[in-house]
């Protein structure tokens, strides 16, 4: 549509609009001499990086012997699934590709629902409840905290909970933790593996927080010894596969998880000032009378349009593919309707990226204005983050 010269705003691909800090990308440019094949399970040094790095900040007993290292986390979780057992439990909503990975492992899918007023974080009981009826040795439950497609967090009270069913029900975790570093009021969100190590994998990279999903570079982690055999099949199905990531990437991303004081405080200013522009769209969308949110970390927003139902149905809009469909060819607005994670069709729900910006502008007018996001959003809005508004305004409009 932009190449066609329309004015559109894209909420729908969750990419970071902030750069990759110089001091990575010249690492990058600096290793490109470094053409050998590498272990399978990762360079060691970036694999004793990334140990001591969650170590310090997330509080887990990482050991590089229990991380490997892939062409992106999703790659990773593919590869989790094929060498684990079990029907596989999913939150509704979940981010798209668990459901569809599972399928290409030919693994039954069990969604948990969650409600709207709960933030759709799902609880213990929900979950407990699902798995009284799936009679298996071993489950996998995936969870994603910050989540996709909602943005919200699990609190610390909330993985206690969850823990306890998942070590009474013998389910093994893969805790999706790509947008951890993107948590709105901490540098590192909470993670299952506090409270349940034998039962969690950890996954996460570089594409979100670092701003570099193109670079595609993820590990994955497990929190406890008992999960090395894990790891033994896994780096099977590595040689077998994609071999090693990109040597030079990998030298490149010890930097990222040197604990750099320059890099940490860029993903902060970047966390920072996404959250400035999550919370004033999500204000932006109550005004509108949609019932949305604020969001708690990563990229996204989930509005619901329940309460525009019987309006919408008068105007033939039966489910969120509908809204979806007519959001974008009568207004402009790319998103993505709620039955693609998970939920019901009717659901009128829709998944919003507000990452329609320019990010290292914004970063600029912030450090300009003395470093405070409210200074330049939601008071200049409409110069830093002009889409977000524009998208906001046609739902208003559309919504009168």
């Known amino acids: 549509m932009r190449d066609e010269g329309r004015d559109m705003t894209h909420f729908g691909f969750g990419e970071s609009p902030f750069s990759v800090h110089p001091k990575l990308c010249d690492a990058f440019a600096g290793s490109v ?6 272990p399978g399970l990762g360079l060691p040094q970036l694999r004793e990086n990334i140990a001591a790095y969650y170590q310090k900040h997330a509080d887990y007993d990482f050991s590089a012997a229990r991380i490997a290292v892939g062409p992106g986390s999703k790659e990773l979780i593919y590869h989790l699934l094929y060498v684990l057992e079990g029907p596989v439990i999913l939150p509704a909503p979940s981010w798209v590709s668990y459901a569809p990975q599972a399928i290409l492992h030919g693994r039954a899918i069990h969604f948990v629902r969650t409600k709207r007023q709960d933030g759709y974080r799902m609880s213990a009981a929900a979950l407990a409840a699902a798995l009284a009826g799936i009679h298996a040795p071993q489950k996998i439950l995936i969870i994603n905290s910050p989540g996709n497609p909602t943005g919200q967090v699990y609190n610390r009270e909330e993985l206690k909970a969850l823990a306890a069913v998942c070590c009474k029900h013998n389910v093994i975790v893969i805790s999706d933790e790509i947008y951890a570093q993107t948590d709105f009021t901490a540098p590192m969100s909470p993670g299952l593996a506090a409270y349940c190590p034998q039962q969690v994998l950890i996954t996460a990279g570089l594409s979100k927080a670092y701003g570099a999903g193109g670079w595609r ?3 994955a982690a497990a929190a406890h010894d008992s999960l090395l055999p894990v790891f033994n099949a896994l780096a099977v199905v590595i040689s077998e596969t994609f071999s090693c990531v990109c040597a030079p990437l990998q030298y490149a991303a010890c930097l990222a998880y040197s604990d750099d004081e320059e890099i940490k405080s860029h993903i902060r200013a970047c ?4 959250a400035a522009v999550v919370f004033h769209t999500a204000r932006r969308l109550r005004e509108c009378g949609l019932y949305c949110a604020d969001g708690q970390g990563g990229f996204y927003l989930f509005p619901n349009f329940d309460d525009f139902g019987e309006k919408l149905r008068a105007r033939g809009i039966m489910t969120a593919a ?11 607005i790319a998103a993505l309707p709620a039955d693609d994670f998970g939920l019901p069709t009717q659901e009128l729900a829709l998944r919003f990226a507000p990452m329609d910006y320019d990010g290292d502008g914004l970063l600029h007018a912030i450090a300009k204005s003395g470093g405070d996001p409210a200074a330049v959003i939601p008071a200049h809005a409409a110069t830093f983050i002009p889409r977000v508004v524009a998208g906001c305004e046609t739902i208003k409009t559309m919504a009168r």
């Open 33 to 38: 001499r470094h053409k050998s094949y590498l």
């Open 217 to 219: 570079l993820g590990f």
């Open 271 to 274: 966390a920072t000032a996404h």
């Open 322 to 332: 509908d809204l979806a469909s007519v959001l974008l060819d009568e207004c402009a």
